[in-house]
């Protein structure tokens, strides 16, 4: 069994954010907060309520950039689940993991068991 994550889930679209967070609970982890909108996972983020996050490229029209960006400054990971390519999402999203819409659920959990592991040994290094 993995280390339970709180996931923040950032998706625009209601039934594919359910989705997600129904697997990351299945997976073992926590969906600490569901929004969608870049506000709304500021504040999650500043309020320390995640551990990472998993983050739909495009929100009603802008980039999850700033999301990103606030995410990275504060140590936390990110995967993001898109429609788009890599060529149209930006150079943003770094070394994060992108998984393609419709994604692939075994995919999916796979790469929060990582995330989840390189988190706690990560914590167990400080």
Same mark, same amino acid.
């Given at each position: ?18 989705? #997600?967070?129904?697997?990351?609970? %299945? /997976? ?8 969608? &909108?870049?506000? *709304?996972?500021? @504040?999650? #983020?500043?309020?320390?309520?995640? %551990? /990472? ?8 029209? &802008?980039?999850? *950039?700033?999301? @990103? ?58």
């Amino acid at each position: 069994m993995m280390p339970k994550l709180r996931l923040l889930i950032v998706d625009d679209e209601p039934i594919i954010a359910l989705e #997600i967070a129904s697997i990351v609970q %299945d /997976a073992g982890c926590h969906a600490s907060a569901v929004v969608n &909108s870049i506000d *709304a996972a500021l @504040a999650v #983020i500043d309020r320390n309520g995640c %551990d /990472a996050a998993i983050l739909d490229a495009n929100l009603r029209g &802008s980039s999850a *950039a700033p999301i @990103a960006k606030r995410l990275r400054a504060s140590g936390l990971p990110f995967i993001v689940v898109t429609g788009y390519s890599p060529d149209q999402i930006g150079d943003w999203v770094g070394d994060a993991t992108v998984l393609t819409k419709p994604f692939d659920v075994i995919e999916l959990i796979a790469v929060i068991s990582r995330l989840a592991k390189d988190q706690m040994s990560h914590c167990a290094v400080q």
